[in-house]
């Protein structure tokens, strides 16, 4: 029984897609194909999979439908988070996803998942991604302070989402813990961050985020061992299609 995470797989069987670098990056090029067969390789009946956002580019539920039966049909046992193109996904309407989509999917918003003895955790998170100004050298310079202060009440407010979380599962006795985000913990001007400081907190054991595709943004971010806690990138054409093994 195995612990595995991968997000960004943005389906698109029923909704336009506008991305450029999904419609002509060759890492693209037939992913749901690519990923459905490293799925079957990989991940039995008795394994978890956690999907860390950006499951669809549909608006809503009708634009998703083959999508979500696309991830149904996966092996395994399913986990979401929401991730930020999520727009089928409206938060204060979890519970009834929830209870449409039981027992095949489990939408994972103030609340935990077990696995074994950890408590999964996760929620959106977001992070401050300017617009960033810059010199003649490609070097940061100065950013949009109106948009800073926007993103730091969104901080806010997932910060809290992501206690919540926590302390439900440790209120049932929880002790350890696989922290899920779909945005990176720490933006591009940040050594640490609030949730890097929950993480350390709660004595989670991994911390696992996505949202970070397109060769120039997979480093933007922690990977690897920091202050005891260790960070993955678990988007999809950062993988290569290939699910990764949490646990």
Request: some cysteine; overall charge positive.
């Amino acid at each position: 029984m195995s612990l595995y995470a991968i997000g960004d797989l943005h389906l698109h069987f029923q909704s336009v897609l506008k991305a450029p670098g999904q419609l002509h990056g060759r890492v693209w090029k037939n992913h749901e194909q690519k990923f459905l067969k490293n799925c079957r390789r990989l991940i039995t009946p008795e394994d978890t999979l956690v999907l860390a956002g950006d499951h669809s580019w549909g608006k809503n539920l009708a634009e998703c439908g083959e999508d979500l039966q696309y991830i149904m049909d996966l092996p395994g046992r399913k986990i979401l988070t929401r991730g930020n193109h999520d727009m089928f996904w409206d938060v204060k309407k979890t519970r009834q996803l929830n209870e449409q989509f039981s027992p095949a999917l489990t939408f994972l918003q103030d609340s935990y998942e077990s696995y074994r003895d950890y408590a999964i955790v996760g929620t959106k998170g977001f992070t401050f991604e300017g617009p960033f100004y810059l010199d003649r050298r490609g070097r940061i310079t100065g950013w949009d302070e109106r948009e800073e202060e926007r993103a730091k009440k969104l901080v806010a407010r997932e910060q809290a989402r992501l206690r919540k979380s926590f302390d439900l599962a440790k209120k049932d006795g929880y002790r350890k813990f696989i922290m899920f985000l779909h945005y990176p913990p720490t933006s591009i001007l940040e050594q640490r961050s609030c949730f890097t400081d929950m993480a350390e907190e709660y004595g989670a054991e991994q911390v696992i985020y996505a949202h970070c595709h397109g060769e120039s943004r997979f480093h933007d971010s922690i990977m690897g061992e920091f202050r005891g806690v260790r960070y993955s990138l678990v988007s999809g054409d950062y993988l290569r299609w290939n699910p990764l093994k949490v646990l």
